[in-house]
């Protein structure tokens, strides 16, 4: 029920800027904003995958401490998808050798786009590994697809028939499609990243702090050591 509130919430930022953009186009400028719910709902599939407590507001919490990084992510997952969605029609539309040519490689462009987004996304709510930088998350996406190619391809293909079932079912697409895209690529993308490259040591708060006795005996021996 969690997923599904935030689904919704993803919905509802969807239809404004699907409907609000059909009556006045600048509105799809909008279209990043995306992001925050996305990275709110991959947050709750990311804590799920990691048995860890789930709350809704875990989603919205996203929003604040993710949201630079949802935004550049998005963004850029954005333009990659219209640049080579625009080439794929520009190519169609040559109707020569030229022109297929150039859709072919715009649409394995985009091809490759959608796999890194299935991905991406899913590292980006990581909550093992919200201390990284999000140029070594990208980087460790970009090597993910890299060395398990077949095993992401068809985490994409799965996602591209979900989405596409979903919309001419429009009330499943505002309601339990994302959540479920979500849950599939945190189960297949966590654990292979976690092998590939483990996720930083999370420290213990049960762990006490050295009181100043064992503070003061390591500096004496510390101090102690022949130079």
């Given at each position: 029920m969690r997923l599904v509130a935030a689904n919704l919430v993803w919905g509802l930022l969807f239809s404004?800027?699907?409907?609000?953009?059909l009556g006045w186009p600048p509105i799809f400028l909008l279209s990043p904003s995306l992001a925050l719910?996305?990275?709110?709902?991959?947050?709750?599939?990311?804590?799920i995958q990691r048995n860890e407590f789930v709350a809704l507001s875990d989603a919205f919490v996203a929003w604040r401490r993710l949201g630079g990084r949802a935004l550049a992510v998005g963004t850029g997952l954005l333009i990659c998808m219209l640049m080579f969605g625009t080439n794929v029609y520009l190519g169609l539309q040559r109707?020569?050798?030229l022109g297929l040519a150039l859709a072919t490689m715009a649409t394995w462009g985009l091809a490759v786009t959608v796999v890194c987004s299935c991905v991406l996304w899913p590292l980006v709510a990581d909550p093992r590994r919200e201390t990284l930088p999000l140029t070594e998350i990208v980087r460790l996406g970009f090597l993910l697809v890299i060395a398990f190619p077949v095993r992401f391809a068809r985490l994409a293909f799965l996602v591209a028939i979900v989405m596409l079932v979903s919309l001419p079912e429009y009330a499943g697409l505002v309601t339990v499609s994302v959540a479920f895209v979500a849950l599939v690529a945190a189960r297949y993308v966590l654990p292979a990243a976690d092998r590939f490259a483990p996720p930083p040591p999370i420290a213990d708060p049960e762990t006490p702090p050295p009181d100043d006795g064992d503070v003061h005996f390591t500096s004496a021996m510390a101090s102690a050591r022949p130079r």
């Open positions: 404004a800027v699907l409907f609000g953009g719910p996305t990275v709110g709902i991959f947050r709750l599939a990311a804590l109707g020569d050798y």
